[in-house]
C-alpha cells in the first residue's frame, strides 16, 4: 500500500505539471486507486489455482497467509486445491487450521490425511482430537472407535474417546473408555483421575476408592490420587483418613494450593476452626493469587466469628475482595463479599456485588435472599418484596455452599476431562 500511495502522490504531481485533455487525469487517477484497493484488499495475492499447476507449498503459504489477515474462507477454498492423495500435504494443512483453532476444518483435513499419511494413527488420533476441540462428540467417538477397532488401542486415544463421551452425556461409556485406558496404561494417571471424577459425580464412593487404590498401587507417588481419594473419603464422612490423603498430597505436592485448601476444609467439618484459620493463612501465604485460598480463608475467619472492626474482620475482608479480583466470575466469594458489606452498614456496596452474583448464578438463593435484605435496607421496599417471593418459590440453601460438596468443586477445579488441545509431534 505505501509504493500504491507514492505511485498516486506522483500522478498529482503530474497533473500540475501536464494538462491532460478531457478527464484524463481524473481517469488515471481512479484507475490507480482501483488497483491499490484490490491490492489491499488481496494482501496474499491470488490464490493459487491447482488447475494452474500451484504447487503445494504455495497453497500452505496463501492458506497460512489468509488465516493471519483474518480470511479464513480464502484459506479454505485454497486448501481444498491440494491433491485428494497427498496424505502429507492435508496433514499439514490440519496442523495449520489447528494452530489457528479451526478445529472442524482441521478434523477433515486429518481425515483426508488418514487415507495415504505415511502415520495412519497419527493422523486419526488428531483427526479424533479436532472433533473433540470442535465440539463434534460423535465425530471423535466415531473416528476414536474406528482406530481402537482396527488394531490401533492406546491409553491416549481411549481417553480421547472418554472425554467426547463425557461431553456426550454418556458417562457409562465414558467410563468404560477409560478403564480401557488404565489396562492399556497402568500408570496413566489421567485415567485413574477421570475414572475417580466420575464415580465422584455418581455419588459411587465405594467404587471411586477402589480405583484410587488401584491407581495407587501403580502410581504410589500421585498427589491427585491422594487427593481424589481425600474427597472420596470426606463424601463417606471419613474425615480422619481425608485429613491424613490431604496431608500426603501436600507433602507430595507442597506447590499445589488444592491439597492444602482440602485439609482447611475437612478441619472445618470437623468442627476444628483454629485448626483451619492455621491452616488455610499458611495457604493463602504461599499462594496468594489463588482465589479459592482467599476465599475459603475468609469463609473460616468469618464462621470463628470475625466481626467488622477487628483484625480477624479485617483479614476476612481483604481475603474477599481478594479473591473476587482474582476471579470475577466465582459468584460466592461476590456474596459473601456482598454479606460482610451488608453486615458493616455499606448497603450501596453490598448490592453491586450481590447483583452481580446473583447474575452469575441466577438459580442461587442466597444472594438474592441478602439482596431482599439490602434493597429493605436502602428503603426499596417494592424489589425487596419481589425478591422474597422468588427466594420463597426457589430451594432451600445449596447444599455446594457447605464445605463438604465444596471439595467437589476443588477437584473439578484442578482436573480437566480433556486430553491436549494440540496435535501430537
Not at 501403580?218 to 464422612?237: C, D, F, I, T
Not at 451488608?342 to 452481580?356: H, N, Q, S, Y
Amino acid at each position: 500500500m505505501p509504493g500504491c500511495f507514492a505511485a498516486l502522490g506522483t500522478t498529482f504531481q503530474g497533473r500540475r505539471r501536464w494538462k491532460l485533455a478531457g478527464g484524463g487525469s481524473v481517469l488515471a487517477v481512479m484507475l490507480l486507486m482501483s488497483a491499490c484497493a484490490s491490492a489491499a484488499d488481496r494482501p496474499c495475492g491470488e490464490r493459487p489455482a491447482a488447475s494452474a499447476g500451484a504447487g503445494v507449498e504455495a497453497i500452505l503459504r496463501f492458506a497460512g497467509c489468509a488465516l493471519e489477515h483474518g480470511s479464513p474462507q480464502e484459506a479454505l477454498k485454497s486448501l481444498d486445491s491440494l491433491s485428494a492423495q497427498d496424505g502429507d500435504s492435508h496433514f499439514r494443512a490440519g496442523a495449520l487450521l489447528v494452530e489457528h483453532k479451526l478445529y472442524a476444518a482441521a478434523a477433515r483435513q486429518f481425515g483426508m490425511a488418514r487415507r495415504t499419511y505415511k502415520d495412519a494413527y497419527l493422523a486419526g488420533y488428531d483427526q479424533a482430537l479436532a472433533y473433540l476441540n470442535a465440539g463434534d462428540y460423535p465425530g471423535a467417538i466415531r473416528t476414536a472407535n474406528e482406530l481402537l477397532n482396527h488394531d490401533h488401542e492406546t491409553a491416549e486415544l481411549a481417553s480421547v474417546a472418554a472425554a467426547a463421551y463425557l461431553k456426550n452425556g454418556q458417562p457409562t461409556e465414558a467410563y468404560n473408555a477409560l478403564r480401557l485406558a488404565a489396562h492399556l496404561d497402568p500408570k496413566n494417571e489421567d485415567a485413574y483421575v477421570d475414572l475417580c471424577g466420575i464415580a465422584l459425580d455418581r455419588d459411587d464412593y465405594d467404587l471411586g476408592l477402589e480405583i484410587a487404590a488401584i491407581g495407587l498401587a501403580h502410581l504410589p507417588n500421585s498427589e491427585r490420587l491422594y487427593l481424589q481419594r481425600g474427597v472420596l473419603r470426606a463424601m463417606k464422612g471419613e474425615f480422619r483418613e481425608a485429613e491424613q490423603d490431604f496431608a500426603t498430597a501436600a507433602k507430595l505436592s507442597p506447590e499445589d494450593v488444592l491439597p492444602s485448601v482440602s485439609l482447611g476444609l475437612v478441619s472445618m467439618q470437623m468442627g476444628q476452626l483454629d485448626q483451619a484459620v492455621d491452616g488455610l493463612r499458611q495457604a493463602v501465604s504461599r499462594h496468594r493469587d489463588n482465589y479459592l485460598a482467599q476465599y475459603w480463608f475468609a469463609k473460616v475467619l468469618l464462621q470463628s466469628g470475625a466481626a467488622p472492626g477487628t483484625k480477624e474482620g479485617e483479614e476476612a475482608m481483604a481475603a474477599l475482595r481478594a479473591s473476587v479480583r482474582l476471579n470475577p466470575d466465582f459468584w460466592h466469594a461476590r456474596a459473601d463479599l456482598g454479606k460482610a458489606l451488608l453486615d458493616r452498614g455499606e448497603a450501596p456496596a453490598a448490592i453491586v456485588e450481590l447483583e452481580k452474583a446473583a447474575a452469575l448464578n441466577p438459580s442461587a438463593s442466597s444472594p438474592l435472599y441478602l439482596l431482599a435484605q439490602a434493597y429493605r435496607r436502602q428503603g426499596d421496599e417494592a424489589r425487596a418484596n419481589n425478591l422474597a417471593a422468588r427466594v420463597s418459590k426457589m430451594q432451600a440453601e445449596e447444599r455446594e455452599g457447605f464445605p463438604e460438596a465444596s471439595l467437589k468443586r476443588i477437584i473439578r477445579e484442578g482436573t480437566s476431562d480433556f486430553p491436549s488441545s494440540q496435535s501430537k509431534p
